[in-house]
């Protein structure tokens, strides 16, 4: 059961492991996904996509340092912070209040999956 399990994470891992994307293909991907959620019309989506390319490009110059996993998630939320700022400016209210409902599901989504990714590791059912 335990080598199901430990073969289970394994295939679970490695696309995250694949997943090295620049940031140019990041901030696309992003501003596509907002774009879908959204309705942004031309001009936001031009400028979300600047604000996520600067981001992803931040975060990426930050991580080739190497810092610890606590620096690096400190430097995600900060950037994450200014980013927010930045769509504030540029959503109207309604576009605002749909990204901060798909922010929090998507918080509580990756919450569940560590949360099944510890039961697996401790072997707890």
Do not use: R, W
Not at 20 to 27: C, D, G, L
């Amino acid at each position: 059961m335990k080598k199901i399990l430990l073969i289970l994470l394994v295939f679970m891992t490695l696309p995250c492991l694949a997943d090295k994307k620049t940031p140019i293909e990041k901030a696309k991907e992003k501003t596509e996904e907002l774009q879908k959620n959204l309705s942004l019309t031309p001009e936001q989506n031009k400028k979300v996509y600047e604000i996520n390319l600067k981001a992803y490009e931040s975060i990426d110059a930050y991580e080739a340092k190497k810092p610890s996993k606590k620096l690096k998630k400190k430097q995600k939320d900060i950037v994450g912070d200014l980013k927010k700022a930045e769509y504030k400016k540029i959503f109207t209210a309604a576009q605002f209040k749909k990204y901060e409902e798909l922010k929090k599901a998507e918080k509580e989504k990756e919450k569940a999956e560590k949360k099944e990714l510890e039961k697996l590791k401790t072997g707890k059912k």
